[in-house]
């Protein structure tokens, strides 16, 4: 087949040919005199699109899920209460990954569609008089439903119950592409990986940890050693790491954060926002619905779109990919089959999501779903040539 | 500002990752003891794009103008006549180029949007009894315009008429995407570039020479050496060239045909004329007409769209570069500010077609041109999500 | 400063335009329906160069380190004995992990420039009548010395005293360039990294794990999810992941394992000896000595040479670094300021060691070392021009 | 076979990965809006590289030929005389080359390894006192032969003997590595390439073209269209081209100037001259010598080495090539089979001149030739050692 295959899943993004340039070097000694030159500013620079000044940020050979196990291994001990929700498949792995490691888990289910209960969260909070709760998880974006929650909130809930439990976030697919405050909202761990606003290939991890998280070694707690956070914090510290790292996504990382200050975060969420908003109006137009079940969980980096009764979501997706050359991505456990997802995070224009607009209406008309042609696409000219930057910068 | 830039230019192409790896390589010597075993399948492979086997391709660095300058030089003295017609920016400076060097040109001003006029061709060469005309040009397809023009009918002229002049044939923006036949058709030189079907970079004239051209060396010809047809032909027996040449682009020029014959000439042709019909549906759509006056003269590798009166295609086109990165054909000379154009050739499939209609509307919504936004769009996925190769194929 | 850097530590290693051209793709999809058709044979591949059929290889992101971790994690108990021994940095930090994971590590401290003591873990497993000694470990070759290991003969010590424990090899510098055969070594454990024997970019643990490790959960065993193997394996059984794999340098893989098939193991191995002889005649010829103490531990990977008492082997290394770009392998922990380091392993050729050899001359001319310029070359040059890969092969 | 090619040939060079990302772009529009704001200061800065303020510098897709050609077609006319001198394959060319475009040469023949005969030429100058010499043609490096001419010296007879003629400089293999100076030297066309000094692929002329020569256009002059330097001027002066130029290789060209300023002139020069001086005290130690004749002709950016009797050079270069992989340049024409060249400029350092040194070595360890294996690189790590960049530049 001719021609570009196109990238809309929710990670991994397209990727910018500063980074693929970055990342074309000969491989390096990572024992070198000036490699410290190198990783020190790079880490430094990371805090900032974590938005924290106290705390540090770690970067794995490894990808989210590897990041969860480092939060949980660093700070936790066997038997330890968690308390987490769960209303997706990314929300649901991390609960799954807590039992695995001997924790006891308060996992409230909801309605997939929409996140993370603060209002329960802060009830359970207050009712934990003893403290038993260790920490507390909250997924910011949850890919599989396209839902944002409210971080924010939930610390608002620990702060209000006095409560002293650690607060986890999954930010994987938000970090950098949706408002994250890790100082502000006293966030302790916090979770991203490479392949989405960090505009990078797979095969990191990158944790934020605040200073509460990193003294935090609770007695008889798990083992560790490749996750380590004081073994990195102390290599870290004169600009090597405890094992080899991964060099090369190094050096594309250092062009990730160039561009990422060079636009400026503000404007990378405005944009992301003013970009989430035009395929909103697309799937209003199709006469479709997202899996989002009210506005205010809608996500800026990815839409999972629910076809109509009768029809089946993966053969838009099939359809998309073997005969359109465009990847979309697929519904996951209890929706799978239900909806389909447009990615719009990291690297994209207009012209990318209206190409991702016009490949699935080409799927959605082959497979017979009823809509008429165009309109999707439409609806987001229309917004996006009323709109601009700024605007979308005030609305948000 | 984020995101990849669209490139829906009449060439430079977009350039598959088969080909950017395949001129990713260290530079390398021209002159070494293994560097025919690649010159020699390349230059025979080359040959099956030109459609012949009796015929040879030189491959220059240089431009299509390259190409045009080495007809002329290798073949004609000052003071021939060549017959040649006027239409569109690109067959103006061909016939600007001969009298430049010094021939006698009988240039047809014909209206722009149509194209070679093969009957008058044919009266003219009726009419010219002493066979002063050497030389007979023809613009396959003037990417200024949008016209493709009939080159079988001009060898018919030739042959209806017994004249033995040489036929030329400007195959910039066609060979390799549209039909075209040197062995079938009588076609002496062709000249081509690289960054056209060929899905390269630009800096390639590729040039098929017959028998006959090859042979022809009139007395008092004019002088050449670093387009010498004949100094090629003696060094590419051996595999070599007889200087320098653009090792890395052969290097690329080597996939770019290896994807070729994978996808084989044929589908090619139907591929292009699918995804051109896919944009004429859109401007049919949008209210709007091409330059081309006649669908008889419609290319399937550039649509010259004709903006309303009181518009100017200019703005059309800064609009798409500067607010939506979005590269659109400029109208060159005298469709200056009434035309905006959209390559639509080489590596190209669905969605980068609807990228480019997108992103056209867009633009047009932009600067007020009337019109729904998403009918373009929507057209061009009703049409090909009802169409398919096949049947695209059999509709050629 | 002008001209490549040269790089000649023991891994990263330098990496062939094959695999930086197979790696420069765009990002795609791990849940793309057409994965498994990529991964599935790359992991049955990947078997050969660990030459194991009844076993299975599991790819991490990661390092080494994270490899080592894998092992302990998945088949290990706190409290379990492991046997080992250290004789470098390298085996020594692999007893540290088992500390840190709760094991009672039975370490057998030996001479720097010693390897595995066979004889010494015989008697040990032979006194073990309880079978308290749940693993065995085996550093093949020690990169911080340039020390290889008798593996076979640990197989055979297990055997001949018939004890069941697990056997594990780390062998991140040796599989892939020095003979290495999990099957016939009833190896169950194999450690290796991306970036020595496959040539590619650091990112990955390559784990070869045997049927009885994969099968062996200890009562009480550690926790883990990110290096579990048996999610891994199920997964990898329908060619995908338990969570987003790092996909890129998948890709280099593949190419990394085409190149090492189309030599040939058997070639892989020779060359790596006949190179390595090379780099040993000249550090011979300097009337310099290896760290290795005697021949049969000599390393064919990487080589530790021993500066003279009275100079600093880090003046050699800063200079080369600093003033003639190239990287040497500097001495770690004991060996420090001792020792300086050439790496000879990977994509490797005769004169890229003749550049080492010159570099080093010229680094150790620089700071005063007392020997002749150009006899360690020219020491170099005399045994590669006698010899060639056929007799490499028959000295093996 | 494993490992890197060494490429030691005059050219093409090595090049810098800096450069390769340059060219790392997607295809682009030459007739875009900011074009202008790329080629404008791209054109200005290369005058830096020829030192002329006064002048202007053309780059037409092409080679050296093509720039050779350019000289002759844009400023003479058939019958006119040029003085030119044959000492190599390539100052035979130029001269053949004007042959073919019906000038009149007078050719003086030298000794292969001596260069241009000011004094001979200045004879010439001072008899022509009707000015029938028209041009005068000077090779400043012939890379056949590794000689370097006096430029300055010519112009010096011009002067003295006020003779008008235009003054054309073959400085494909010196300009950007040997001193050139056209503002100071009087130097009307000087022609370059992109794969020498420049450190790119093959594919462009790069002319710098005086006030003198760009008005100068004789009556009856030669006919020319594609390599014309006023429709070259006229649009270069909006920052675009006379037809399509290669963009590619423009974008790895700012970035070749970007490393050539950064560097310094002045410190390339250096540098050449001491890795040069290098190469020829191994060839000393070998006992072997320079095709050059005298020290005053030797070429700092190529030796053409002399073999004993009795021994074909080809035999060096072939094994080099097949068994070593590493290109050494053959001798061409005259020298066939009794000289190997060594290529030492663009992107270069010590260590890649020692390793040239070694593979060469070997190669002639290999066929038998009578030296003792070491001694050259031995040599040349003592020249490195005991001299530095600075010492280089004072010894200028």
């Known amino acids: 087949m001719s021609g570009f295959k196109g990238l809309a899943v929710p990670g991994p993004t397209n990727m910018p040919f500063e980074i693929r340039r970055a990342m074309d070097v000969a491989l390096e000694d990572h024992r070198a005199p000036d490699f410290p030159d190198f990783i020190k500013p790079l880490l430094a620079d990371l805090k900032k699109v974590f938005q924290t000044e106290t705390g540090q940020v770690f970067v794995f050979p490894g990808s989210g899920t590897g990041g969860w196990e480092s939060a949980i291994a660093n700070t936790l001990a066997p038997g330890d209460t968690v308390l987490a929700s769960i209303f997706g498949q990314f929300s649901y792995l991390w609960v799954d990954m807590c039992r695995k490691f001997g924790l006891n888990v308060d996992a409230i289910e909801c309605e997939w569609g929409t996140g993370v209960p603060a209002d329960l969260y802060e009830q359970k909070l207050a009712a934990d008089k003893e403290h038993k709760i260790k920490a507390v998880l909250v997924t910011q974006n949850e890919t599989a439903t396209g839902v944002t929650s409210d971080v924010k909130a939930v610390r608002e809930a620990l702060d209000r119950t006095g409560h002293p439990a650690l607060l986890f976030v999954d930010g994987v697919s938000s970090i950098g592409s949706i408002d994250f405050r890790q100082d502000e909202w006293g966030v302790d761990v916090a979770v991203s990986g490479s392949q989405k ?161 016009g490949g699935a209406e080409l799927a959605m008309r082959d497979v017979g779903l009823p809509f008429t042609p165009g309109v999707g696409v439409g609806a987001a000219v229309e917004y996006y040539a009323a709109t601009g930057q700024a605007e979308a910068l005030a609305a948000q």
């Open 197 to 357: 606003g960090f505009m990078l290939p797979t095969g990191l991890a990158i944790v934020g940890v605040s200073r509460k998280a990193l003294a935090h070694r609770p007695e008889g707690g798990l083992p560790r050693c490749f996750f380590d956070y004081q073994d990195m914090a102390k290599t870290n510290a004169d600009g090597f790491f405890p094992y080899t790292p991964a060099t090369t996504l190094l050096r594309g990382l250092r062009a990730s954060l160039d561009m990422i200050f060079d636009e400026g975060l503000e404007n990378i969420f405005a944009r992301h926002h003013r970009l989430a908003e035009g395929v909103r109006r697309a799937v209003d137009a199709w006469g479709m619905s997202l899996c989002a079940k009210e506005a205010k969980w809608n996500s800026d980096t990815v839409s999972a779109i629910v076809v109509p009764e009768g029809y089946n979501a993966n053969d838009v997706i099939q359809t998309a990919y073997h005969k359109y050359d465009l990847s979309l991505g697929a519904g996951l456990s209890k929706v799978a089959g239900k909806v389909f997802r447009i990615g719009h995070l990291g690297y994209l224009n207009e012209i990318m999501v209206l190409q991702a607009l």
